[in-house]
């Protein structure tokens, strides 16, 4: 078993990049799946994408735990509070695993109900209620999974999420085309073999996670560890990951809201929609895993008192990581003429409305890359409310709000809309800002 690093000095390079080619390689299989599930039916893919939408929403819940759990890792070894660290690891593991266990019968039990709720077509209930069934059935190796990326990364091993997540992958696309198109093509179990293949690479990650845990990481997971139940630390884990978790669910509500206005424009706005986030994902994955990075490194420093190391962090991160997502996001807008066009077959209407779009998310990235380095730095050192409560009141009261007077009452469509996405992240950026600078989120912190 190794011994925990200092974190505190570490290179935010060398804690970064492991974050951002994971996020980056999981993005590209990701789409690689879908093309591979694609060429075997176009139902499959509506099936999937529907059960998949299902399962996103409710694996919410495991950030209650998850979340909080890296928060509270980080400041407890900043702080070489380390005594506490077998039960907090212990009770996150156990509140996710049973958590995520109710969440596998609810699945199970109404799947059904849910996809008609949502007017699944009839041709695509069959393929989403088979993979779901599966994939659903085994959503705790998920949950088990997260709060071990969580302790990885808090305790500055990013790299074993990232070799982690490479081989699970890697193991997904191979079960896939074994079964879709392989030696295990006879079987005729469709999708059924890709809800297998996804639960057998997820099942081989926790495994693979388990056994870097033991080697790699100084602390233990025990049932004795939950007796007597540590209160205290439950409490804690708990008022962190409530309010990042209500965030989240409200922000994937807002966003199914304003993909409801999409849809009611035009075919042309919905598949530029699709490629501007596609093109988008990639200034916002390198701002995520600075992001990222600067909050294990505060979490540290908060922890271990040195308040001043973590402000001048912040701020040197954050100048790094506007510039590298603002070149991004301006060259995105002069090429975007050449990748609109290889989307869309060369459709003249989306390569102009995507470079206008992309014109947009230059303004969107400062104001974005703001957040995401300074909210999650916030909450990293404790300050948890504020940017939570924040988040939620801008997304619907900017996004949202201006997103349908811009969009649609006004008429400007699809560019309205990212407009009022641009401005809300803008505006939300200068207020976490000014409250970072102010030094507001100092003495929030857990232990």
Same mark, same amino acid.
């Given at each position: ?82 005594? #506490? ?33 949502? #007017? ?66 006879? =079987? ?7 809800? =297998? ?37 439950? #409490? ?127 303004? =969107? ?57 641009? =401005? ?20 929030? #912190?857990?232990?």
């Amino acid at each position: 078993m190794e011994q925990t690093t200092d974190i505190k000095h570490m290179s935010l390079f060398k804690l970064g990049w492991p974050i951002f080619v994971q996020a980056l390689l999981s993005m590209c299989l990701g789409y690689i799946d879908t093309l591979m599930i694609s060429r075997y039916s176009e139902s499959a893919v509506g099936g999937i994408g529907n059960a998949n939408q299902i399962g996103g929403f409710l694996t919410l819940a495991f950030t209650i735990i998850s979340s909080a759990t890296g928060i509270i890792t980080a400041q407890y070894l900043g702080a070489k509070m380390k005594d #506490k660290l077998n039960q907090i690891y212990t009770i996150s593991m156990a509140f996710n695993l049973i958590l995520s266990l109710i969440i596998s019968a609810l699945i199970l039990i109404f799947h059904t109900n849910l996809f008609h709720f949502m #007017k699944v077509q009839k041709s695509m209930i069959e393929d989403a209620s088979s993979y779901i069934s599966i994939v659903g059935g085994f959503i705790f190796l998920e949950a088990i999974f997260d709060i071990f990326s969580q302790i990885f990364r808090s305790n500055g091993k990013t790299k074993i999420g990232m070799v982690i997540s490479i081989i699970m992958n890697v193991v997904n696309i191979i079960g896939n085309y074994t079964f879709l198109y392989g030696p295990l093509k006879y =079987l005729n179990l469709g999708v059924k073999g890709v809800a =297998l293949s996804t639960t057998v690479s997820r099942l081989i990650a926790v495994v693979i996670a388990m056994i870097y845990f033991h080697k790699k990481i100084e602390g233990s997971i025990r049932f004795k560890y939950l007796f007597p139940f540590n209160f205290e630390i439950f #409490k804690q884990l708990l008022m962190i990951g409530l309010p990042t978790a209500g965030e989240n669910i409200s922000y994937n509500i807002a966003q199914l809201i304003l993909l409801m206005f999409v849809n009611t424009l035009s075919v042309t706005a919905v598949n530029t929609r699709i490629y501007a986030n596609i093109l988008g994902n990639f200034s916002y994955l390198f701002s995520i895993s600075a992001a990222m990075a600067t909050a294990i490194v505060v979490g540290h420093l908060v922890g271990a008192g040195e308040n001043d190391t973590a402000y001048q962090k912040v701020l040197d991160t954050l100048k790094k990581a506007m510039i590298i997502s603002i070149i991004i996001a301006v060259i995105n807008y002069f090429i975007a003429p050449v990748t609109f066009g290889i989307f869309s077959n060369n459709n003249q209407a989306v390569m102009i409305l995507g470079q206008k779009i992309m014109f947009i998310c230059i303004f =969107l990235e400062i104001g974005r890359c703001t957040n995401l380095v300074v909210i999650n730095s916030m909450k990293a050192a404790g300050d948890i409310r504020f940017p939570t409560f924040l988040g939620m009141a801008s997304m619907w009261g900017i996004s949202v709000l201006f997103g349908y007077i811009f969009g649609i009452h006004m008429g400007y469509g699809l560019e309205g809309i990212w407009v009022a996405m641009a =401005l809300d992240e803008i505006v939300r950026g200068i207020i976490v800002f000014i409250r970072w600078i102010r030094g507001s989120w100092r003495g929030k #912190k857990i232990v």
